[in-house]
């Protein structure tokens, strides 16, 4: 594929890990608070500060507290294990910070109202010193990312952007691998792992971070066995690796959002909400994108209104939305297709939730999920989203 749009579409994986709904859902929450958060937030007096969980259905309200005149706050709480919890500044979705609290964690936090998501101080807990300074790191690394524009507009290689991109991201990877050496069994690990995605593709990936994030699942699974957490570490070092291992065996699939291959989509057949069966194979001729969502998921919701406004853009144009739900009730299906104004007619679900097998054969454990197929089926891109996916319409149509 084309480094320059790699480069411009790269995922940043924590994103993933703290807005995509997954199937770890926190079930049995007492009320008797088991942590505690304190601290100071400076300039957002009288603002609202959520603890959020996302769940398989949807986002849990775990606690609320309001910054004080003096910009205290003091929030308390329970939580059912360590898990990965949002800590939501104000009524938007740009001041979150991704939380690995355990039970028993007394956190405290400074941090001012502009830079909340990128540059708070965490004490008190083993993760928050960690995960303090790879916020931070992480905002200077996408701050600097902003000059391979620059590069590319006075005419920098492939190789050379290529070359400065991992440059860049070095700094990032080395204090993640130090952390995760360092403390295996830290809950902030789980997060700094982010950093040793092959964003940069196969070729420039140290075969190593497998070995070191096994280490890190072996340690999650000695002190946390059965929590959600344990699961998906271990899901994300068996991914890295089979991918590694088809990249180096050339059987690989480009799995990155601009990414194409010759691989079909699996055939999808399905009913839809007046029990119609349909399959995906009969919407041959256009391009497709199979959005994988559901009624109860925040992220997907929060999406509907940009797939909305690309469908209508560009529906007369071969191009059309076959809608996958991974909902278990029927009626909100079918109530959330209506409000969202999901007006396209092609819309299944086997309501078989977390169970659908296809889980499998699409490959993916959380949503929104999207797989974007050409006029013959053949997939070319994947988990495309907002701009991203616009722009890879408009390369097409």
Same mark, same amino acid.
């Given at each position: 594929?084309?480094?320059?749009?790699?480069?411009?579409?790269?995922?940043?994986?924590?994103?993933?890990?703290?807005?995509?709904?997954?199937?770890?859902?926190?079930?049995?929450?007492?009320?008797?608070?088991?942590?505690?958060? !304190?601290?100071?937030? #400076?300039?957002?007096?009288?603002?609202?500060?959520?603890?959020? +969980? /996302? %769940?398989? $259905?949807?986002?849990?309200?775990?606690?609320?507290?309001?910054?004080?005149?003096?910009?205290?706050?003091?929030?308390?709480?329970?939580?059912?294990?360590?898990?990965?919890?949002?800590?939501?500044?104000?009524?938007?979705?740009?001041?979150?910070?991704?939380?690995?609290?355990?039970?028993?964690?007394?956190?405290?936090?400074?941090?001012?109202?502009?830079?909340?998501?990128?540059?708070? !101080?965490?004490?008190? #807990?083993?993760?928050?010193?960690?995960?303090?300074?790879?916020? +931070? /790191? %992480?905002? $200077?690394?996408?701050?600097?990312?902003?000059?391979?524009?620059?590069?590319?507009?006075?005419?920098?290689?492939?190789?050379?952007?290529?070359?400065?991109?991992?440059?860049?991201?070095?700094?990032?990877?080395?204090?993640?691998?130090?952390?995760?050496?360092?403390?295996?069994?830290?809950?902030?690990?789980?997060?700094?792992?982010?950093?040793?995605?092959?964003?940069?593709?196969?070729?420039?990936?140290?075969?190593?971070?497998?070995?070191?994030?096994?280490?890190?699942?072996? +340690?999650?699974?000695?002190?946390?066995?059965?929590?959600?957490?344990?699961?998906?570490?271990?899901?994300?070092?068996?991914?890295?690796?089979?991918?590694?291992?088809?990249?180096?065996?050339?059987?690989?699939?480009?799995?990155?959002?601009?990414?194409?291959?010759?691989?079909?989509?699996?055939?999808?057949?399905?009913?839809?909400?007046?029990?119609?069966?349909?399959?995906?194979?009969?919407?041959?001729?256009?391009?497709?994108?199979?959005?994988?969502?559901?009624?109860?998921?925040?992220?997907?919701?929060?999406?509907?209104?940009?797939?909305?406004?690309?469908?209508?853009?560009?529906?007369?144009?071969?191009?059309?939305?076959?809608?996958?739900?991974?909902?278990?009730?029927?009626?909100?299906?079918?109530?959330?297709?209506?409000?969202?104004?999901?007006?396209?007619?092609?819309?299944?679900?086997?309501?078989?939730?977390?169970?659908?097998?296809?889980?499998?054969?699409?490959?993916?454990?959380?949503?929104?999920?999207?797989?974007?197929?050409?006029?013959?089926?053949?997939?070319?891109?994947?988990?495309?989203?907002?701009?991203?996916?616009?722009?890879?319409?408009?390369?097409?149509?």
């Amino acid at each position: 594929m084309n480094l320059k749009n790699k480069l411009k579409f790269l995922p940043f994986v924590l994103l993933l890990i703290s807005s995509a709904c997954s199937d770890d859902s926190e079930e049995g929450i007492s009320k008797e608070d088991n942590f505690s958060i !304190t601290g100071k937030i #400076t300039g957002a007096q009288n603002e609202n500060v959520y603890i959020e +969980a /996302m %769940s398989a $259905d949807g986002v849990i309200d775990v606690a609320k507290g309001v910054v004080s005149e003096d910009g205290t706050i003091d929030i308390k709480g329970n939580i059912p294990g360590m898990g990965i919890y949002n800590m939501r500044l104000g009524e938007g979705e740009n001041k979150i910070i991704p939380l690995t609290m355990m039970p028993n964690d007394n956190l405290k936090i400074t941090a001012e109202y502009n830079t909340f998501a990128s540059n708070p !101080t965490l004490t008190g #807990t083993e993760w928050a010193k960690p995960l303090s300074d790879f916020l +931070a /790191m %992480s905002m $200077d690394f996408s701050m600097k990312q902003r000059q391979l524009e620059v590069y590319k507009q006075n005419g920098s290689t492939d190789e050379e952007l290529m070359a400065e991109y991992v440059k860049m991201l070095s700094p990032l990877q080395d204090f993640a691998k130090s952390q995760m050496k360092k403390s295996p069994g830290n809950p902030v690990n789980i997060i700094l792992s982010s950093a040793l995605a092959p964003s940069s593709g196969w070729d420039n990936w140290d075969p190593k971070n497998i070995d070191l994030m096994k280490t890190v699942s072996e +340690a999650y699974g000695k002190r946390f066995a059965g929590s959600p957490m344990t699961e998906a570490m271990a899901n994300q070092v068996f991914q890295f690796e089979k991918a590694y291992n088809e990249h180096v065996n050339g059987t690989d699939v480009d799995n990155s959002p601009t990414s194409s291959s010759s691989e079909m989509g699996p055939e999808i057949i399905s009913k839809t909400p007046e029990g119609k069966t349909i399959r995906l194979s009969d919407l041959r001729g256009k391009y497709v994108l199979i959005d994988f969502w559901a009624s109860w998921c925040g992220p997907c919701r929060r999406e509907n209104p940009n797939v909305v406004k690309l469908y209508n853009q560009y529906k007369n144009k071969d191009f059309t939305i076959f809608s996958v739900s991974l909902d278990k009730d029927a009626a909100a299906w079918k109530q959330a297709i209506l409000v969202d104004g999901l007006i396209w007619p092609y819309h299944v679900s086997d309501l078989k939730q977390w169970d659908t097998p296809l889980l499998q054969s699409y490959n993916f454990n959380s949503i929104p999920h999207t797989v974007l197929v050409d006029k013959t089926g053949k997939i070319i891109a994947r988990n495309l989203r907002g701009a991203s996916l616009e722009q890879k319409l408009k390369e097409l149509l």
